[in-house]
């Protein structure tokens, strides 16, 4: 006789998509393991770029950072405050370009919607010059370091306007009603439902902007902007290694976007709300 099965099924647990993507989760791993793989790998890196430069016969020395020390220091200084207030300036276009484009009013809308796809579509490099010599010239915009930081603002604001609006669309709508069944007012909706998880949703993809940012603000030496590329492209003219320059110059960008991805991979981590 076969048995009856009585009673209900048992619950399948589902698991994570990524656990079908990934091998493990890298989270999961030990702090000591994982430390030890990346020294290896950074190692492995390492050796492959020093084989490579030997192999083309290119010797590298970084003599000549003490005598320039100062120039670099002010070009790295000049870079830190140029992307620290791009990314204020961006915040605020971003926000408010994303709000612009859920207006009733059709002409804003389509306004701040014609000025994303625009910067998105076209390259930083354009952007700059047509912005410097052409806008700027026209509406009397002749201080380098100002001008690079609207550019820049205008920039990252239509990516951070796109990120905002995408996390304001992913709201779940009945949240909002239930908000309002409950007697919240608007402003209590915005601040205790809307506020926390727009928050939660943007964060991540925030922090990751502020590198694109701080890379982005090299293209600034184009106009003159003695920043830490400009910095870096006179002393190469002057002594002649531009190797050793400019690999000193990738080892300084990583030091400012290095934590700034640890911080994004942080809040991924934290604020998932799949965990």
Request: aromatic share 12%; hydrophobic share 50%.
């Amino acid at each position: 006789m076969s048995e009856q099965k009585t009673g209900s099924s048992p619950q399948v647990r589902k698991r994570p998509l990524g656990n079908f993507l990934f091998a493990t989760d890298p989270g999961s791993v030990r702090p000591g393991k994982t430390a030890l793989n990346y020294l290896l790998v950074c190692v492995a890196v390492i050796a492959l770029v020093w084989v490579s430069l030997g192999l083309a016969g290119i010797s590298v020395n970084f003599d000549f950072v003490a005598q320039y020390r100062t120039r670099i220091w002010d070009g790295f200084c000049m870079t830190v405050g140029i992307s620290a207030a791009s990314l204020v300036a961006s915040l605020i276009i971003g926000i408010l370009v994303a709000l612009g484009q859920g207006a009733r009013f059709l002409p804003l809308r389509y306004l701040c919607d014609l000025y994303v796809k625009i910067i998105r579509g076209t390259p930083l490099i354009v952007q700059v010059y047509f912005f410097y010599y052409i806008i700027g010239t026209a509406w009397g915009v002749d201080n380098r370091v100002f001008a690079g930081i609207l550019i820049l603002s205008f920039f990252s604001g239509a990516y951070i306007a796109e990120i905002v609006r995408g996390s304001l669309m992913s709201l779940d709508p009945t949240q909002l009603e239930a908000a309002r069944a409950v007697g919240f007012t608007r402003w209590q909706t915005m601040r205790y439902v809307v506020a926390p998880q727009l928050v939660a949703r943007t964060l991540p993809a925030l922090t990751g902007q502020v590198a694109s940012i701080i890379k982005d603000s090299s293209l600034l030496s184009v106009i003159a902007v003695i920043e830490l590329t400009q910095t870096m492209r006179e002393i190469t003219a002057t002594n002649y290694n531009f190797f050793g320059g400019f690999l000193l110059l990738g080892a300084l960008y990583l030091v400012l976007t290095l934590p700034i991805m640890a911080i994004s991979r942080h809040f991924e981590k934290k604020l998932d709300y799949a965990r």
